[in-house]
């Protein structure tokens, strides 16, 4: 699945919290909610969350975390986290919320968020807020740093879960919510209603003058499949059992032979499903993690062990003859990660290959 919340910062450093009536178990969160199959991207899905609840229109700033977690009580969700411009209190003191969805809301600090959230969101929330903006969009697995996240956070242990003792709300009424009140779907019977992506995790491997590693796919029964086309080694995330970057290494050591462990996370791209963009030849949306490999040498490429029911070829290609290969949404999205390599921080957030705060209509791939 998809989420998608929102960190709205004040002057003084804190963070607004929400208090859902609805959730007995753990009624904190933060600003947001789960994707739809209408929503053009997760960044998208945040603006409507909010909208929804809150009762206007926010403005968004960079994604703040992606963090992939695990669950034996539900699938997967893939969690964006994006930060907004810090309210005034004028703007805070005007929401008008849906009180189906938000029973009052507070600012909290940093540590008091950490003790009232959930343990899994209190550890997302709480590395967005101590890491430096610069190294954004941080990359989590579990809610744990991953990737170029270690040389920014330091290990800590987990905070007591308190929720909201000793907090006053604003906008509703700090109690919990009557026994009257059921939510109108059990847990079990709201998961499976869920609309579900797919995720992919490719990997970009260069020769030392630069040539992009490709691979050509067999073709196969399905949409897109009947002619052999290019792409950067990877393919599926198991979704009930692995995280992005042991898929990553998985899919490199099945396609090609290579033990190989994956380097930044470079790219996110969102590539959004027919009901977004009527379009697209796809039933549903898909999460494309680009991590880096690193530069490949003769001597690595004369080992590799192709997977026959998988890929005809690979191939080193100029720039140039990359984005002939490619679809267009496919070289959009390598050269993103290639530029990627050459700046600090996080991965690019893409849409159809295109930068996520103003992406074009995505073209079909």
């Given at each position: 699945m998809a989420a998608a919340g929102v960190l709205f910062p004040d002057g003084q450093g804190r963070v607004l919290v929400v208090r859902l009536p609805y959730d007995r178990k753990h009624p904190v969160a933060i600003p947001g909610g789960g994707w739809e199959p209408g929503d053009l991207s997760p960044r998208r899905t945040a603006v409507r969350e909010i909208a929804e609840e809150l009762g206007f229109t926010p403005r968004l700033g960079p994604l703040a975390c992606i963090d992939w977690t695990l669950d034996d009580s539900r699938p997967p969700i893939a969690a964006h986290l994006y930060w907004a411009e810090p309210l005034t209190p004028e703007q805070a003191a005007a929401f008008t919320p849906d009180s189906a969805e938000v029973g009052g809301w507070a600012w909290l600090t940093p540590e008091q968020a950490g003790h009232a959230l959930p343990p899994r969101l209190s550890r997302r929330v709480g590395a967005c807020l101590r890491a430096p903006r610069s190294?954004?969009?941080?990359?989590?697995?579990?809610?744990?740093?991953?990737?170029?996240?270690?040389?920014?956070?330091?290990?800590?242990?987990?905070?007591?879960?308190?929720?909201?003792?000793?907090?006053?709300?604003?906008?509703?009424?700090?109690?919990?919510?009557?026994?009257?009140?059921?939510?109108?779907?059990?847990?079990?019977?709201?998961?499976?209603?869920?609309?579900?992506?797919?995720?992919?995790?490719?990997?970009?491997?260069?020769?030392?003058?630069?040539?992009?590693?490709?691979?050509?796919?067999?073709?196969?029964?399905?949409?897109?499949?009947?002619e052999p086309?290019?792409?950067?080694?990877?393919?599926?995330?198991?979704?009930?059992?692995?995280?992005?970057?042991?898929?990553?290494?998985?899919?490199?050591?099945?396609?090609?032979?290579?033990?190989?462990?994956?380097?930044?996370?470079?790219?996110?791209?969102?590539?959004?499903?027919?009901?977004?963009?009527?379009?697209?030849?796809?039933?549903?949306?898909?999460?494309?993690?680009?991590?880096?490999?690193?530069?490949?040498?003769?001597?690595?490429?004369?080992?590799?062990?192709?997977?026959?029911?998988?890929?005809v070829e690979l191939r080193l290609c100029d720039p140039e003859e990359a984005q002939r290969l490619l679809s267009a949404s496919s070289w959009a999205r390598t050269a993103a990660a290639l530029a990627a390599r050459h700046r600090p921080g996080g991965p690019a957030e893409l849409v159809g290959g295109r930068p996520a705060d103003r992406p074009e209509r995505p073209r079909v791939s």
């Open positions: 190294a954004g969009p941080l990359e989590l697995e579990d809610s744990l740093p991953a990737g170029h996240t270690l040389d920014h956070l330091a290990a800590e242990p987990p905070v007591a879960y308190t929720r909201l003792t000793g907090v006053a709300l604003t906008g509703g009424a700090d109690r919990p919510t009557p026994e009257a009140a059921d939510p109108p779907l059990d847990r079990a019977t709201y998961i499976a209603t869920r609309p579900r992506i797919r995720a992919k995790a490719r990997t970009l491997f260069t020769a030392e003058d630069g040539r992009v590693l490709l691979v050509r796919l067999r073709p196969w029964d399905g949409p897109g499949g009947e086309y290019w792409v950067l080694p990877g393919g599926g995330i198991e979704a009930d059992r692995e995280l992005p970057r042991a898929a990553a290494r998985r899919e490199v050591r099945e396609e090609l032979g290579w033990e190989c462990e994956p380097g930044r996370l470079l790219a996110l791209d969102w590539l959004p499903g027919r009901a977004a963009d009527p379009a697209s030849r796809r039933e549903t949306a898909v999460l494309v993690y680009v991590f880096d490999g690193g530069a490949v040498t003769e001597e690595q490429l004369a080992s590799a062990v192709l997977a026959e029911d998988e890929l």
